[in-house]
């Protein structure tokens, strides 16, 4: 019942790319996926919970000065758990960040926190489907 990282790269993948004022990028794969999910009947009644940790490679583009840049990067989700996506954190990090300036850093990082409701809008899915088995 675990997905592995190809059924949540199949999920995630779907939710297409985020537009941003100075960009878009969008997921291009799962890179990390950990946790346990799990479906228990007591008393004829099913009970379903996981516990995950992902990491999502993510990949746009943004405009820097005045040109577009390629952008790469990592969204870490440290520990989601069912019923508990209100509290959803990420974290944001850019893999190749060389030759920008920290406000452009500050503000493309920014910019993929937008990928918070998006990304909690999948997770409530995958828990329908979840309650749904």
Same mark, same amino acid.
């Given at each position: 019942? *675990? $997905?592995?990282?190809?059924?949540?790269?199949? !999920?995630?993948?779907?939710?297409?790319? =985020?537009?941003?004022?100075? @960009?878009?990028?969008?997921?291009?794969?799962?890179?990390?996926?950990?946790?346990?999910?799990? =479906?228990?009947?007591?008393?004829?009644? /099913?009970?379903?919970?996981?516990?995950?940790?992902?990491?999502?490679?993510?990949?746009?583009?943004? !405009?820097?000065? +005045?040109?577009? /840049?390629?952008?790469?990067?990592?969204?870490?989700? $440290?520990?989601?758990?069912? @019923?508990?996506? +209100?509290? *959803? &954190?990420?974290?944001?990090?850019?893999?190749?960040?060389?030759?920008?300036?920290? &406000?452009?850093?500050?503000?493309? /990082? &920014?910019?993929?926190?937008?990928?918070? #409701?998006?990304?909690?809008?999948? *997770?409530? #899915?995958?828990? &329908?489907? !979840?309650?749904? *088995?």
């Amino acid at each position: 019942m *675990l $997905p592995d990282s190809l059924e949540w790269q199949e !999920l995630l993948i779907s939710m297409g790319s =985020l537009e941003c004022s100075g @960009g878009r990028a969008e997921v291009a794969e799962v890179t990390r996926c950990s946790g346990d999910a799990f =479906l228990v009947t007591v008393r004829n009644k /099913k009970r379903v919970g996981y516990t995950y940790e992902l990491t999502i490679k993510v990949k746009g583009e943004w !405009l820097v000065g +005045d040109e577009k /840049k390629v952008i790469k990067g990592h969204i870490d989700i $440290p520990e989601f758990s069912f @019923g508990e996506l +209100d509290d *959803l &954190q990420i974290e944001v990090s850019l893999s190749e960040d060389k030759d920008f300036g920290q &406000q452009d850093k500050h503000r493309i /990082k &920014q910019d993929m926190k937008q990928f918070l #409701q998006p990304l909690r809008e999948k *997770l409530l #899915q995958f828990e &329908q489907e !979840l309650k749904e *088995l």
